[in-house]
T-cell receptor
Framework: SQQGEEDPQALSIQEGENATMNCSYK?????LQWYRQNSGRGLVHLILIRSNEREKHSGRLRVTLDTSKKSSSLLITASRAADTASYFC?????????????FGQGTTLQVKP | ETGVTQSPTHLIKTRGQQVTLRCSSQSGHNTVSWYQQALGQGPQFIFQ???????GRGNFPPRFSGLQFPNYSSELNVNALELDDSALYLCASSWYDSNYGYTFGSGTRLTVV
C-alpha cells in the first residue's frame, strides 16, 4: 500500500520557472526522502530531511517538512529541460529494526525548453 | 566508490517459471532492500537484508525470496511467476542507519508472458 499522496500528479512548466511538488503521508516518520526517476529506470536520491528538521536546501532544491500536517514539499528553482522526470517522495518509518521506504505515486514533471 | 549494479537489465519469462535477479551493493553498504515498481506506480517494499538475514518484509507472498552474501551482494528469487509479477525490480543499498539515504540500482525490467 502507498503511504502518501503526491500533488500534482503531473506538472508542465517552461524552462526557468519554479516547480513545486507536494507530498502527504499518514504515519509518523524517521525521515522523508525525495527521489527522481528518468524514463522508468533507477531512482536517484535527491535529498533527505529528518523528522526534526523543517527545511533543507541542496543546490536548486528546497525541501520543507511539516510533521504536524504530515506533509512535505519539494521546490525546484530555475528549472531546466533536464529536470524532466518523475519525482517521488518516500517516507522512512523505522519500525523495530527495519528501515523501509514507503513511496507515493509520484509527480511527473515536464519542463519545456 | 561504485554504485549499485543490477543484472540483467531486461528479462522475459513465461508464467510458472522461476527467476533470479542480482544486485551488487554500493561499496561499504551493509544493508540491501528490494522494491517492485509496477508501471505508473511508486515502488513497493519487498524485503530487506542485513548481515545475510531477512530484516523485514513487505506484503509479498513467500514465493518472493532473497539472499544476501558476505560481500553484501544480493539476489531476489521469484518462483511460480504470475503475469502480475511483470514490473521493474529495484535494488537499494544503504547503511544500517537509514538516515544516510539509499542508493538505487537502475533496475531489472521483468516481463512475464
Amino acid at each position: 500500500s502507498q503511504q502518501g499522496e503526491e500533488d500534482p500528479q503531473a506538472l508542465s512548466i517552461q524552462e526557468g520557472e519554479n516547480a513545486t511538488m507536494n507530498c502527504s503521508y499518514k504515519t509518523s516518520i524517521n525521515n522523508l526522502q525525495w527521489y527522481r526517476q528518468n524514463s522508468g529506470r533507477g531512482l536517484v536520491h535527491l535529498i533527505l530531511i529528518r523528522s526534526n528538521e523543517r527545511e533543507k536546501h541542496s543546490g536548486r532544491l528546497r525541501v520543507t517538512l511539516d510533521t504536524s500536517k504530515k506533509s512535505s514539499s519539494l521546490l525546484i528553482t530555475a528549472s531546466r529541460a533536464a529536470d524532466t522526470a518523475s519525482y517521488f517522495c518516500a517516507t522512512d518509518s523505522y519500525s523495530g529494526n527495519t528501515g523501509k521506504l514507503i513511496f507515493g505515486q509520484g509527480t511527473t514533471l515536464q519542463v519545456k525548453p | 566508490e561504485t554504485g549499485v549494479t543490477q543484472s540483467p537489465t531486461h528479462l522475459i519469462k513465461t508464467r510458472g517459471q522461476q527467476v533470479t535477479l542480482r544486485c551488487s551493493s554500493q561499496s561499504g553498504h551493509n544493508t540491501v532492500s528490494w522494491y517492485q515498481q509496477a508501471l505508473g506506480q511508486g515502488p513497493q517494499f519487498i524485503f530487506q537484508y542485513y548481515r545475510e538475514e531477512e530484516n523485514g518484509r513487505g506484503n509479498f507472498p513467500p514465493r518472493f525470496s532473497g539472499l544476501q552474501f558476505p560481500n553484501y551482494s544480493s539476489e531476489l528469487n521469484v518462483n511460480a511467476l504470475e503475469l502480475d509479477d511483470s514490473a521493474l525490480y529495484l535494488c537499494a543499498s544503504s547503511w544500517y542507519d537509514s538516515n544516510y539515504g539509499y542508493t538505487f540500482g537502475s533496475g531489472t525490467r521483468l516481463t512475464v508472458v
